[in-house]
Nanobody, 120 residues
Framework: QVQLVESGGGLVEAGGSLRLSCVASGSIFRFNALGWYRQAPGKQRELVATITSGGDTNYADPVKGRFTISRDYAKNTVYLQMNGLKPEDTAVYYC??????????????WGRGTQVTVSS
């Protein structure tokens, strides 16, 4: 089992910044990916950014150049630095953990989410 706890959401004006954090605890597999997804009202959950245990990152096109994902391996924590926020970034942001292994089925866990609201 893996537990994920997000923090750092809030209300910010357009153009502002926020930093989200997600702490993972429990049975952390050596090879894994941590990421952020978001879900706006009436829309499907979508990828924001991911980072693997090897440091490879992936970003959704709408956030490239504005958001930066990073992780502290010692603290099992992933961060999402969000700059240049836009009203369309308003959503609940979820942290996701999944294992990476060619030998076993993937295990996936989600956090409860943190609300990010960007006012115009």
């Amino acid at each position: 089992q893996v537990q994920l706890v997000e923090s750092g959401g809030g209300l910010v004006e357009a153009g502002g910044s926020l930093r989200l954090s997600c702490v993972a605890s429990g049975s952390i597999f050596r090879f894994n990916a941590l990421g952020w997804y978001r879900q706006a009202p009436g829309k499907q959950r979508e990828l924001v950014a991911t980072i693997t245990s090897g440091g490879d990152t992936n970003y959704a096109d709408p956030v490239k150049g504005r958001f930066t994902i990073s992780r502290d391996y010692a603290k099992n924590t992933v961060y999402l630095q969000m700059n240049g926020l836009k009203p369309e970034d308003t959503a609940v942001y979820y942290c996701k953990y999944n294992t990476i292994s060619p030998f076993t089925p993937q295990s996936t866990y989600w956090g409860r989410g943190t609300q990010v609201t960007v006012s115009s």
